[in-house]
């Protein structure tokens, strides 16, 4: 079904190539692999950008799926435009502590360069937030929301991995066993996990099951 749903809409929003920010994570691992499977690997790009806090295997996983999947490959740093934009805030930020507003700011310069990249080659932005993440605000506007579609907007994070298992049946193993293992993370600020902010998903996915699709009261699910 999400395959058929995002071939569908690239056509008709005639488009046929598609772009993705790959981050080594499991979310934009099935969303390429959905990709591939809904407009074909030679019209698939990834696009690794890796910021002051991406760790060594956020770019290798992401390098690894591509090579398997065989699409196209970029790695893009956002680094230079990251140091760039924090001086040039400095003076009006002086003072105060970092915090979302800097993490936020290395998600909005991987937004701006996929939709450059989108408008210079024609290629429809794919965005890779899951229903789990969305559904409480665990993204950024004008950042990781930034693109045409939101392949797996209505995928809770427990079932993207158990989607990204088909996909890997489907694929010989193109997404790399770490990406399943390692602790989920934004990875916007030192040694940074989802359950920093988040529960674990096992337990959101629940509530969220309860609170949007039967439509529970707090007190009942809490109950």
Known sequence: ????????YIRKCGFSKVLIGLSGGI????????????????NVTGVGMPGPYSSDHSVTDAKAMADRLGINWHLISI??????LIDTLAPVFAGRAPD?????????????????????????????????ELAVG???????????LAVISDVPKTLVYQLSRVANRRHNNAIPESVFTKPPSAELRPDQKDTDSLPEYDLLDQILQYYVEQSWSSRRIAE
């Open 1 to 8: 079904a999400l395959v058929l749903g995002t071939r569908d």
């Open 27 to 42: 979310d934009s691992s099935l969303t390429a692999a959905i990709a591939v499977d809904a407009v074909g690997r030679e």
């Open 79 to 84: 680094n230079d435009g990251y140091r760039a």
């Open 100 to 132: 979302v507003a800097e993490e936020n700011l290395q998600s909005r310069l991987r937004g701006v360069t996929l939709m450059a990249m989108s408008n210079k080659f024609g290629a429809i932005v794919l965005t890779t937030g899951n229903k789990s």
């Open 138 to 148: 665990y993204c950024t506007l004008y950042g990781d929301m930034c693109g045409g």
